[in-house]
């Protein structure tokens, strides 16, 4: 089975903080993504990657970064967290190839005071 | 701008009842996908349907990919409380090998005992 783990389920965390999310796929799967999921908005894609050290901007990339040094890992960085990043966090892996299916961690729930 | 518009946003009825929920864009997809997502899980895939006029079923659920692949369809025959969650729709434009999809805001469904 795909595990696809991130690294906590809730962070609360101060605005101007540095935050740091962490997945991991155990698949060799080539794309990564990260969603916010917010209620009525569904899943917004922030960032995705689909190989090493590559990256591309999702829907709503405004506020964050990413990092993809390592196949298996694939990092999201708030580099000033602020109170409208108060949302869901999902992580999903997918093999590549098309008629991927994505495969979602369960989630980081990130509160910003 | 939201790219696949998903109706009903709230369903709400009784065991054994049946129902549709419906995603619709104006753009055409290469592939549709649906997810359902449980409180405090990521969400899981439940079927992708890629060919206009395309029927899936899967035990009491029906799936149905528009004939210009711009809508789809899910039903639910006969429901049952373990079918309470969140359904997702995605769609997958201009198929990249990425997998890059584009979300749905999503179906909160209860089925009451």
């Known amino acids: 089975d795909v595990k696809v783990t991130q690294s906590s389920r809730y962070l609360v965390k101060r605005t101007g903080e540095k935050v740091f999310l962490e997945c991991v796929q155990d698949?060799?799967?080539?794309?990564m993504f990260w969603y916010r999921q917010d209620p009525g908005l569904g899943l917004r894609l922030i960032y995705f990657s689909y190989d090493v050290k590559m990256k591309e901007k999702g829907d709503i990339p405004e506020g964050y970064s990413v990092s993809r040094e390592k196949k298996e890992r694939f990092s999201l960085i708030l580099e000033s967290a602020s109170t409208n990043q108060t949302s869901m966090y999902l992580c999903?892996?997918?093999?590549?190839?098309?008629?991927?299916?994505?495969?979602f961690g369960p989630g980081t729930r990130l509160t910003v005071l | 701008t939201q790219l696949l518009e998903q109706s009903p946003q709230f369903l709400s009825i009784q065991e054994g009842e049946n129902l549709t929920v419906y995603c619709n864009s104006s753009s055409v997809f290469s592939s549709l996908q649906w997810y359902r997502q449980e409180p405090g899980e990521g969400p899981v895939l439940l079927v992708t349907?890629?060919?206009?006029?395309e029927v899936k079923k899967l035990k009491r659920l029906t799936f149905q990919f528009g004939d210009a692949r711009k809508d789809s369809s899910l039903h639910i025959t006969a429901a049952q409380t373990g079918d309470t969650g969140l359904y997702l729709c995605?769609?997958?434009?201009?198929?990249?090998?990425?997998?890059?999809?584009?979300f749905g805001q999503g179906t909160i469904l209860t089925v009451h005992p």
């Open positions: 995605a769609g997958e434009v201009g198929g990249t090998s990425y997998g890059k999809l584009t």
């Open positions: 999903a892996s997918s093999p590549g190839g098309g008629l991927d299916t994505q495969y």
């Open positions: 349907v890629v060919t206009g006029g």
């Open positions: 698949m060799d799967h080539e794309n």
